[in-house]
C-alpha cells in the first residue's frame, strides 16, 4: 500500500494521459488527483472515447451538451488539452482493437506523457474494458516506451459492481481539492444521482472518506499502479 506523493511525481514526470471511456469518468474516477497535478505545474491530457450519450438518445444537441459539460469539468480540474474520439456509446466492443490501440499511440506521440491512468480491467461496463485492454497493448513496455508508469482508477456505479474485486495499492490524499472534484463533477448535470446511488455527491464524499480512512487521511483516491518503471534511484 502506498500513499503517493504528489510532490514526489514532480521530480519523476510533468506529463500525464487520462483514458477515459466516458466524459464523466475523469471526474469521478480520479478528479481530485488530477487538480492537485495541475495544481502543481503539471501537464494532463485526457482522451474520451465514446461520446456517452448515444446508448440512450440519438439526439446530436444532447451529444455535443455532453461534450459542453466536459470541457468545464475538464477546465475546473485545470486540463486544457482533451479530445473526444465520438465512438458509439457502449459499442467499443465492435471496434476493432487495433483501432483503439491506435488511437492511444496517437494520443501518446502527441502529448509524449511518462504516466497513463486508464479503467480498471474488472469493470461492469464493457466500454471500461476494452479501453483497459487497448491501453495494455498500446504501453506494453518495449525498449522505446516512454510510460513510465501505468495506474488503473475506479469508476464509482462500474468498478464496485464488477466482477473483479477492486483491490488498490495505491491513495492520493485529496483533502484540499475534495471540492474541486466534486464541482467537476457537477457539470455532468445529467449524471448525478440521489443517494444512495454511487454517483451521488453524498456517495462521492463517503467513498473519498472511506479511502481516506485506509491512508490515515480524511479523504484520498484509490488506484491500482500496474507498473511503474524506475530508470535511477
Not at 475546473?76 to 482493437?97: M, N
Request: aromatic share 10%; glycine share 4%; charged share 30%.
Amino acid at each position: 500500500m502506498v500513499k503517493l506523493s504528489t510532490n514526489k511525481m514532480k521530480k519523476e514526470m510533468s506529463r500525464v494521459l487520462v483514458l477515459c471511456a466516458h466524459p464523466d469518468d475523469e471526474a469521478l474516477g480520479l478528479g481530485g488527483t488530477i487538480s492537485l497535478l495541475t495544481k502543481k505545474g503539471h501537464k494532463v491530457f485526457v482522451l474520451f472515447f465514446c461520446d456517452g450519450e448515444s446508448a440512450r438518445t440519438t439526439s446530436i444537441k444532447i451529444i455535443k451538451r455532453r461534450e459542453q459539460h466536459a470541457k468545464q469539468a475538464c477546465k475546473i480540474l485545470g486540463i486544457t488539452d482533451l479530445k473526444f474520439l465520438r465512438y458509439k456509446d457502449e459499442k467499443l466492443d465492435t471496434i476493432p482493437i487495433l483501432n483503439l490501440v491506435k488511437d492511444i499511440e496517437i494520443a501518446i506521440e502527441k502529448w509524449q506523457p511518462s504516466m497513463i491512468f486508464t479503467h480498471f480491467e474488472g469493470d461492469l461496463n464493457q466500454d471500461h474494458r476494452r479501453v483497459f485492454e487497448a491501453t495494455m497493448i498500446a504501453t506494453r513496455p518495449i525498449p522505446t516506451s516512454r510510460i513510465n508508469q501505468l495506474i488503473c482508477y475506479e469508476t464509482p456505479s462500474s468498478t464496485e459492481w464488477g466482477f473483479q474485486k477492486f483491490n488498490p495499492n495505491l491513495f492520493v490524499e485529496i483533502n484540499s481539492v475534495l471540492k474541486n472534484k466534486l464541482k467537476s463533477f457537477t457539470e455532468y448535470k445529467q449524471e448525478i444521482m440521489d443517494k444512495p446511488h454511487p454517483r451521488s455527491k453524498e456517495s462521492l464524499v463517503n467513498r473519498s472518506s472511506y479511502w481516506g480512512s485506509i491512508i490515515g487521511s480524511e479523504h484520498a483516491e484509490a488506484f491500482y499502479s500496474i507498473r511503474e518503471i524506475k530508470k535511477e534511484f
